[in-house]
């Protein structure tokens, strides 16, 4: 251990630790912008400046270790007047939009300069130029709101393994950017979103599709339907001042219907729906001789990371479409008949927490209707806005529900939000498909949980099923390469691409890096997930009554014929192409 | 390189190679052959090459060998001189043997070739 | 034997100067004359005096030929090396004596308060010749450590001869070497820090070009004190004479076994291998070099951890430079009291610094540490050119300050320099004279540093961009008394919250300057006047009437017809429309146009 005093009140901490952290102890805060805990601990920013007594200059606090018998100052003249300083000239180059900025009043710039009274035009001088990247229908980003913490670079690189971004040129022209400043469009970037969930500005934010979806409502023409993933109901609290992991569904199904939508289902179903078909894809697999291990397709960032990085995996992704993707051609097939309404006159929105979903739903093969089988794809930002916008008291509304018939969804459904679900859902009801008898728990708790890679086996009926469950994608590299490799003999595999699974997604509500920093987000959304799980009347899939008349009215049974044509999508080789 | 003895004998090698260049100290010999028209004529380019030769042999790493230009006594070239503590010794009518000579009698032993200094013959 | 060997310049400057053709003229020359047992041509690193390149030297007379051309090699064969007869006209002329005599080089201004440590065998050996570096005493330093010392050994003596970096903060190497020698780790690394960056300073690259065996031996013995077997030298790729000797240097080495395994019969291995810089000012920072050996973008990465703990891919890792190098092997060989015994007390041994700017005698001079910067100026530098009188000089390059006139008199060491308000750096020593504006000075280094930020932290990347212009706003005209006071408040908050010592250092030159030449930043803001007469928008030329005789030649030669006048009759210059170009005072023969 080691002792020390910082702002002259004693500290014991275990060597190797922050000043930052260290401060904490001593209930001293020190405000941080570039950190950002195991991603990004670079001491770029220095707006965690301290003084360390003998030091020759200012220390930064995120990545100073602590030493015995050190001395700090977290809050002195010079320290406030460092900070405020440097401040000041993260704002001389920054496009000072605050008062439309998408970021405004959740921005840790904004936070920081107006707690430290800052002067926003002391410094003044020129500003580097940028042309906003909107090359892609996810996200975009805007350099000239970019403060260089390059949290985006830490957790492209680091997080996902992706890379597709880094700073370019140097000194006061380096911006962040792709090889050879190429568009984020024409890279391969899998579109997850991390780097906007982490950005402490609004230099990247997604693709906005708010205006279009109003349009739609506004369209009389138009039945608008709308649904939301499994994550979305676990996050969106968030941005109505709940705490990190309240589930407010109720109040979202209540907002939804006044915002105007005629038909609020739930990606659930969808969910659930995935289940059977992705459940019998697999034991086909299993008594066919298949490729395996298999791969889960819900997530499209994951999705995009296999095309780009390993094509050669491909033949090992399941068929089947995502949730989302399910729900938006059951409604344009199934449901549009059972109404009588033309598909071409239904706009289906997913509302996601994440970006990827707004590139998901322009790929090639998702059109079972003849329609896209998504229309606009809003984050859970994105919706919280809408509702915000529209003078709705969200916190006040009364709990409503879903409708019927594709609304209705069991506890395996909802588990889909977090990493190790869609792993925990297909076992419940593989188990009891190949084992005929109902289970005795339907808790796979060794899937479940943040660990980045998970492990578990399981004897059913004689059939050794040893599965793994990966989020991050760094994290599915390894598994990937393993895969490659041959050395392991998994059957089945799921993977998400965003790290803790959907509930951590690109789209869910932003959270600063203090926060960030004091609670995992991961664990904590989830858990509102798993307790509505266990509350849940139905926990398997094949148990929803709704799915099962799905089946028994239109598509026969799962993997049919046209459960393959409406249900299930093709990948493309993007390395290669 | 297998030992120090190794370098150390390289080294002792590549001295010859690097001998001459610097302008001579106080305790080194100096010798200079006249080298212009005349003693070139003479034949005092075989008497510089065995003087050359017998220091490399020598491995005398303290002496300076160098031409010099016409002294003035054409008639008594190849003229070789040496300088040697402190003093000047002309040698005339130099030939490669006793060249030789002087390099062992007079630089290396200390004992000049009287012989064929000037003025004794 | 040789009877005589001519040395040919081969460093940078000679060579930009024509000096391998000379070279390939005098060797063509020497075997068509049959002379090749005879006379030796040698190329060598540099000699130091590169403003009279290209340079040669012939011995045993010790001729000193400077600004030779390849025209002059027919007359040098025809008349020295054949007849004898040394040709005055070319020789380098503070050698020659009044009476006609030849003087020997170390009796001239200019190397005889030198003391050449790291650069003896530049200018000496053929720097793509083992054989010669073994000669003058190579690698018998390395053979004396592997069969005679403990690492610790070694250490010790580096410890007590008090050798610091050369390279610019003056750390003691030898508590360095101790630190990774101390450090666990199942690999570690010596790495060399040949990325010279300061503008001006070339000591390093000379090193490099003139005697590459120096450094390669230091890194192997470093290595053997530390315990690594691996090494690595980043060199900038802008220096090609550098890398091409350093990479037949490193052959050559691993030929004769003295890199690789069981050097010298012992079971100590160690290989040495290059990596180019793309010529990044900050790759000169530890940690950033490091980031860069490692592939990625050469930035500074925060300390603790020292690379003595976690450097190169994460391992116990030292680095030191060129010229720090280049003192190891003597020291070993010669002893610690020996090294010790040059310098001052606190900074021992010699410097070798790159005289440029407004001095006679620009080129590299080794001096012991505690020579006054006026016998470095005047004895060894010849003083500023012109009979201009010496306003400043700036060491330390962009990390450093200047040294107004009236510290002439102070002893350089590390310690001395930092107490005026400047630093030792790598070298670079810039002289400036009387028509030098300290403002633009302090502009141009930080117009420097500014190009050359990583961009990392936002003190430097955004705090130097906004320090330049304000400077720009004082030569500008536009500042005011206040924006002098901002300015140096911002100076010292770069200089306290930089990540790195590129940022921490990048106001120096701007302190120094506030410091020691207030009155000028005042003449810019108060009066709008640039007294040096610099500043382009503070210019104003004007026409005395008096002496004006109408000749018309300055309205004809004003390239854009700000000049007006009838013959015979005074002009007149409209300020609005001239773009102070000079023409119209150079064209003048009367002296009538004058800059106010």
């Known amino acids: ?213 109003r349009d739609a409502i506004n369209n009389p023409e138009k039945v608008v339907v709308v649904a939301a993933a499994p994550a979305v109901r676990a996050a969106i609290g968030e941005e109505f001042g709940y705490p990190i992991g309240t589930n407010t569904e109720g109040k979202m199904f209540t907002a939804m219907r006044m915002l105007g939508f005629d038909k609020v289902f739930d990606v659930n179903f969808g969910a659930d729906l995935t289940i059977l078909e992705e459940s019998t894809e697999l034991l086909d697999r299993v008594t066919n001789k298949g490729v395996l291990p298999m791969f889960t397709s819900c997530s499209p960032g994951w999705i995009r990371y296999v095309e780009y990085y390993y094509p050669e995996l491909i033949p090992n992704l399941s068929s089947c479409k995502s949730p989302m993707q399910m729900t938006g051609a059951t409604i344009k097939t199934y449901w549009a008949k059972k109404e009588g309404i033309d598909p071409k006159n239904i706009y289906f929105v997913g509302i996601m927490p994440c970006t990827a979903k707004k590139f998901e739903k322009t790929r090639g093969d998702e059109n079972a209707s003849g329609y896209p089988d998504v229309d606009a794809v809003l984050t859970t930002r994105e919706l919280a806005k809408m509702i915000k916008t529209s003078g709705i008291l969200y916190n006040e509304l009364p709990d409503g529900t879903f409708d019927n018939p594709l609304g209705e969804f069991t506890g395996a459904g909802v588990i889909f939000g977090a990493t190790g679900g869609v792993m925990e859902a297909a076992l419940r009801t593989a188990a009891e498909k190949i084992t005929g008898k109902p289970l005795d728990n339907v808790d796979f708790k060794e899937v479940r949980g943040i660990k980045g890679i998970k492990e578990a086996e399981y004897d059913l009926n004689g059939i050794k099923v040893k599965v793994a469950v990966a989020s991050g994608l760094t994290n599915a590299k390894q598994l990937c390469e393993k895969i490659k490799k041959g050395e392991c003999d998994y059957t089945f595999v799921e993977v998400m691409c965003c790290p803790g699974g959907c509930v951590n997604g690109g789209g869910q509500p932003i959270q600063s890096a203090y926060v960030r920093r004091n609670t995992d987000l991961r664990a904590a959304r989830a858990k509102a997930l798993y307790d509505e799980d266990k509350k849940a009347k139905i926990r398997k899939s094949h148990e929803n009554e709704a799915v099962m008349s799905l089946y028994k009215e239109f598509f026969g049974e799962p993997g049919s014929h046209k459960a393959h044509e409406i249900l299930h999508t093709s990948y493309v080789d993007r390395k290669h192409k | 390189m297998k030992s120090l ?41 075989p008497v510089l090459e065995a003087l050359l030769d017998e220091a490399d042999k020598r491995k005398l790493h303290n002496v300076s060998i160098s031409q010099t230009g016409c002294i003035g006594m054409c008639r008594l070239e190849p003229i070789v001189e040496v300088f040697k503590g402190g003093q000047k010794y002309t040698y005339i009518h130099m030939t490669p043997e006793k060249a030789r000579k002087v390099m062992n009698d007079h630089v290396v032993n200390g004992n000049p070739c009287k012989e064929y200094l000037i003025g004794e013959n | ?153 070694v250490i010790d003596v580096i410890m007590q001869s008090g050798l610091r970096g050369r390279g610019g903060a003056g750390f003691p190497t030898g508590r360095k070497w101790q630190f990774a020698k101390n450090s666990v780790g199942d ?88 990596r180019l810089g793309a010529g990044a000012f900050v790759c000169g ?199 002098l006071d901002k300015m140096e408040e911002l100076c010292y908050y770069i200089k306290e919250n930089s990540l790195c010592g590129l940022g921490q250092t990048a106001p120096n030159p701007v302190l120094s300057t506030l410091h020691y030449f207030r009155d000028e930043y005042e003449a810019h803001v108060k009066e709008k006047r640039c007294p040096a007469g610099v500043c382009k928008k503070l210019l104003r030329y004007q026409i005395v009437a008096d002496k004006c005789k109408g000749c018309t030649l300055c309205a004809r030669n004003c390239p854009v017809g700000a000049i007006s006048g009838t013959v015979k009759e005074p002009h007149v210059i409209d300020p609005n429309k001239c773009i102070k170009c000079g023409v119209c005072m150079e064209k003048c023969r009367f002296g009538a146009i004058i800059k106010a």
């Open chain 3, 285 to 483: 920072e530890e940690t950033a070099l490091m980031t860069s050996i490692e592939g990625h973008r050469g930035e500074p990465r925060p300390r603790p951890p020292f690379p003595a703990v976690k450097g190169l891919f994460g391992k116990p890792t030292i680095l030191n430079n060129v010229e720090t190098y280049a003192n190891v092997p003597q020291i070993i060989l010669k002893g610690a009291d020996w090294f010790a015994s040059m310098g001052t007390e606190k900074s021992r041994g010699t410097k070798v610094f790159a005289l440029g700017g407004k001095i006679h005698n620009t080129g590299l001079v080794e001096i012991p540490m505690g020579t006054t910067m006026r016998e470095i100026i005047y004895d060894i530098g010849g003083g500023c050119p012109n009979g201009k009188k010496f306003k400043a000089a700036q060491t330390g390059g962009p990390s450093g300050g200047c040294i107004p006139a009236h510290l002439i008199d102070t002893p350089i060491d590390y310690d001395n320099l930092i107490a005026i308000g400047s630093m030792m750096g790598s070298g670079g020593l810039i002289v400036m004279d009387e028509d030098n504006c300290m403002v633009d000075i302090a502009k141009f280094f930080l117009e420097f540093t500014v190009d050359e930020s990583c961009g990392k932290c936002t003190a430097c990347r955004i705090g130097t961009k906004r320090l330049y212009e304000m400077l720009c706003k004082v030569t500008d005209g536009t500042a005011t008394m206040e924006d």
């Open chain 3, 187 to 274: 690999k570690k690394y010596v790495c060399c820090n040949a990325d010279e960056g300061d503008p001006g300073a070339f000591m390093d690259r000379s090193i490099l070009e003139g005697d590459p065996h120096a450094v390669i031996e230091a890194m192997a013995i470093a290595a053997y004190a530390i315990g690594s077997d691996q090494g690595y030298i980043y060199v900038r790729a802008e220096y090609p004479i550098a890398v091409q000797r350093l990479t037949i240097a490193i052959n050559q080495a691993r030929e004769y076994g003295l890199l690789g395994k069981n050097i010298f019969g012992t079971n100590f291995n160690f290989d040495l291998d290059i």
């Open chain 2, 5 to 45: 003895e190794e370098l150390r004998a390289l080294r002792e090698k590549m001295k010859s190679q690097t001998d001459n260049r610097s302008v001579a100290g106080a305790d080194e010999t100096v010798i200079k052959v006249g080298m212009a028209t005349c003693g070139i004529a003479a034949g005092a380019r």
């Open chain 3, 1 to 153: 034997m040789f009877r005589s060997h001519i040395l040919v310049c081969g460093g940078t400057g000679c060579t930009s100067g024509n000096s391998m053709k000379i070279y390939d003229a005098l060797v063509e020359r020497i075997r068509k004359e049959g002379l090749e047992n005879e006379v030796h041509v040698t190329k060598t690193g540099c000699f130091g005096l590169c403003a009279y390149g290209p340079i040669m030297i012939v011995y045993p007379e010790g001729a000193f030929y400077s600004q030779v051309k390849v025209e002059d090699v027919d007359e040098i064969i025809n008349e020295h090396i054949i007849k004898g007869r040394i040709v005055t006209r070319l020789l380098y002329q503070e050698t020659v004596g009044e009476d006609g005599s030849i003087k020997a080089l170390n009796d001239t201004n200019f190397y005889k308060k030198q003391h050449r440590v790291a650069l003896r065998n530049c200018g000496v050996i053929n720097p793509e010749k083992i054989e010669e570096y073994i000669a003058y005493d190579g690698y018998e330093a390395l053979g004396k450590v592997l069969t005679e010392m403990t690492p610790q050994d």
């Open chain 1, 1 to 213: 251990m080691v002792h020390l005093k910082i702002n002259n009140i004693p500290v014991e901490v275990k060597e190797g630790t922050t000043i930052l952290e260290a401060a904490k102890v001593a209930g001293i805060n020190i405000p941080t912008l570039c950190y950002l805990k195991d991603i990004n601990e670079i001491g770029a920013c220095r707006v965690c400046v301290v003084e360390v007594k003998g030091a020759r200059s200012l220390v930064a606090a995120c990545v100073y270790p602590v030493n015995e018998g050190m001395e700090v100052f977290t809050n002195t003249e010079k320290v406030r007047k460092s900070r405020k300083t440097t401040l000041e000239l993260l704002l001389s180059d920054h496009k000072k939009e605050c008062l439309s900025c998408v970021r405004s009043t959740n921005c840790e710039l904004q936070k920081l300069s107006n707690e430290y009274g800052c002067d926003e035009n002391r410094f003044k001088g020129v500003r580097a130029e940028y042309e906003p990247d909107t090359s892609t229908s996810y996200l975009v980003r805007d350099n000239e709101k970019c403060i260089l913490c390059r949290r985006c670079v830490a957790v492209c690189k680091h997080v996902q393994d992706v890379a597709v971004i880094a700073p370019a040129r140097r000194g006061f022209n380096t911006h962040i950017a792709c090889a050879f400043e190429s568009n984020l469009g024409d890279v391969a970037c899998v579109a997850c979103g991390q780097c906007v969930a982490v950005c402490p500005t609004g230099a990247l934010h997604e693709r906005e599709e708010i205006d279009n979806v």
